[in-house]
């Protein structure tokens, strides 16, 4: 059997040098306890838009830029922090649409989108003990989204409706004292509803 299709070598198939603290206290899965630390404390708030809340959700977010690259610089990539890093992605993605989709048709449409995606990413890793891009197998929609390691169109709008949109309807409602789900424009429902799209076809798709 080939390995897995690796595009950024977050987890790696090779031999790892050997290191003197055990795979747990390695500095990029100490980034990525912090991360799950902080995206607690913000669900932990009673208020989800409070100022607290959209800091700590903001740290656990930046983190999740240096977990992967610390890893890669220091040779310790491992199955262990690659899912720890994805499963903290997709509770983060479930917890923003969650706290930020309107009551309305479209809000709750997302909402149901939002819980089918991330309930198919937690099965997925739990079956197959890697991420979706790191399958050697892929079709047009995987590959569109997953081009240039997400950095394109279709990647753009799958982020905007799981993480961007939502944090800036928090960001929002926290200046302006106003309830997360009522916070929207028509360019921010339109934003959503084809960033749902992708989000629903990469659920799809990934089985395929």
């Not at 990539?77 to 499963?87: M, N, T, V």
Request: proline share 5%; net charge neutral.
């Amino acid at each position: 059997m080939r390995a897995p299709r690796d595009p950024d070598n977050r987890m790696t198939t090779t031999a790892q040098p050997k290191h003197k603290l055990p795979l747990l206290l390695w500095p990029p899965n100490l980034l990525g306890y912090v991360r799950v630390l902080t995206l607690i404390a913000a669900m932990g708030e009673a208020d989800s838009s409070s100022s607290y809340a959209v800091w700590m959700l903001t740290i656990s977010l930046v983190l999740d830029y240096f977990d992967g690259p610390c890893a890669r610089h220091l040779g310790m990539c491992s199955q262990f922090g690659d899912l720890l890093d994805h499963y903290t992605d997709h509770v983060t993605m479930m917890w923003l649409v969650w706290v930020t989709a309107g009551t309305g048709i479209g809000g709750q449409t997302n909402l149901a989108i939002s819980a089918i995606h991330n309930g198919v990413a937690f099965v997925y890793m739990a079956l197959r003990g890697h991420y979706f891009k790191h399958s050697e197998r892929g079709n047009l929609v995987t590959r569109t989204i997953e081009a240039n390691n997400y950095w394109n169109f279709a990647s753009m709008l799958y982020c905007a409706n799981c993480i961007l949109l939502p944090l800036l309807k928090l960001s929002f409602a926290s200046t302006y004292s106003m309830q997360p789900r009522e916070v929207s424009t028509p360019l921010v429902d339109l934003a959503d509803a084809l960033g749902a799209g992708v989000t629903l076809s990469y659920s799809l798709a990934v089985w395929l």
